[in-house]
C-alpha cells in the first residue's frame, strides 16, 4: 500500500527532515512509526498526504507514483487516505455531526447520504448520542472519537494518525488504539505515529522505528 524508496526530504530553510528512507507497508497491514521528537515522523506522514514532495527518492501510494501525480489529481488521492491529528483540529461552532460530515460536504453527497454515513461513523466511535452537542462539551478523549469519526467517515483505504493519544491517559490511549485496530480488521491500512513505546510494545503491530531522519533499527 505504501512503498517509500530511498526518499530524502529537505524543508526550504536546507533542514533535512529525512535520509534517504525505505519504507514498505502492506494492504491492510496495521504499522506504528516511531522515534524522538524531530526524528521526521510527520514529515513522512505529510509525504504520503502529498502535504510535501520529497527533494529525491520514490513514494508509490496505493500503486500510485506520487511523483508523477498531476496536480488535478491531489485531491482524489488525498480522499483514499483519513487523516488524525493530535489536537484533532475539530470546529468548536460547529456541531459534532457537521465536524464530522465536512469531509462528505466538500466532496458534494447528497444530504440524505451524508446523514447516513455521519451517523454510521459516529455510531462506530460509540459517540451517536452527542451528534448535536458541540464537541467543546465533550472530554479529550470523545474529542479525539470525533476526530477519528471524520477521517474514516468516506471510507479510506489508508488512515493515518499524527500522535493520536498524545493528549490522553493511559487507560483513553489504549481505547483509542484498539479502535483503530477495529478499523484494521475490516481492511483499512493503518499507520500511526506515536512517541508512546509502553502503549505499541503491548500491542502486536509492526513497528517502523526513525531516528534524526534516517531508518532506525528496531523494526518489528
Ligand atoms: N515546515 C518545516 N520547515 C522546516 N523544518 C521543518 C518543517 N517541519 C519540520 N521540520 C524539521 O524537520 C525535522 C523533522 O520534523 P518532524 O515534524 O517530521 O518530526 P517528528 O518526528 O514528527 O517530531 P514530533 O514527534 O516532535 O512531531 C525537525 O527537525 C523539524 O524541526
Known amino acids: 500500500m505504501i ?10 530553510n536546507g533542514h533535512m527532515a529525512l535520509h534517504h528512507v525505505d519504507c514498505h507497508i502492506e494492504r491492510e ?9 524531530g526524528a521526521g515522523k510527520s514529515t513522512l506522514l505529510k509525504l504520503i498526504m502529498l502535504m510535501e514532495r520529497p527533494s529525491s527518492g520514490r513514494i508509490i501510494v496505493d500503486g500510485l507514483d506520487l511523483g508523477a501525480m498531476p496536480r488535478r489529481q491531489i485531491p482524489f488521492h488525498r480522499r483514499k487516505v483519513g487523516v488524525v ?11 459534532v455531526f457537521d465536524n464530522v460530515a465536512l469531509p462528505l460536504i466538500i466532496e458534494g453527497h447528497p444530504p440524505r447520504e451524508i446523514g447516513r454515513r455521519v451517523r454510521a461513523a459516529l455510531d462506530k ?4 448520542k452527542y451528534e448535536k452537542h458541540n464537541p467543546i462539551a465533550l472530554s479529550g478523549g470523545e474529542q479525539q472519537r470525533v476526530g477519528i469519526a471524520r477521517a474514516v467517515v468516506n471510507k479510506p483505504a489508508l488512515l493515518l494518525a499524527d500522535e493520536p493519544t498524545g493528549n490522553l491517559d493511559p487507560e483513553l490511549s489504549a481505547e483509542i488504539m484498539h479502535l483503530f485496530e477495529e478499523f484494521n480488521q475490516v481492511g483499512v491500512t493503518v499507520l500511526i505515529a506515536t512517541h508512546d513505546i509502553a502503549l505499541i510494545n503491548s500491542m502486536d ?10 531508518n532506525a533499527g528496531g523494526v518489528r
Open 3 to 12: 512503498d517509500f524508496d530511498n526518499v530524502s526530504m529537505r524543508y526550504g
Open 29 to 37: 497491514e496495521m504499522v506504528f512509526l516511531t522515534g524522538r521528537s
Open 85 to 95: 491529528f493530535q489536537n484533532h483540529q475539530l470546529l468548536f461552532d460547529r456541531t
Open 125 to 128: 466511535v460509540g459517540l451517536l
Open 205 to 214: 503491530h509492526k513497528i517502523m522505528s526513525l531516528d534524526h531522519g534516517e
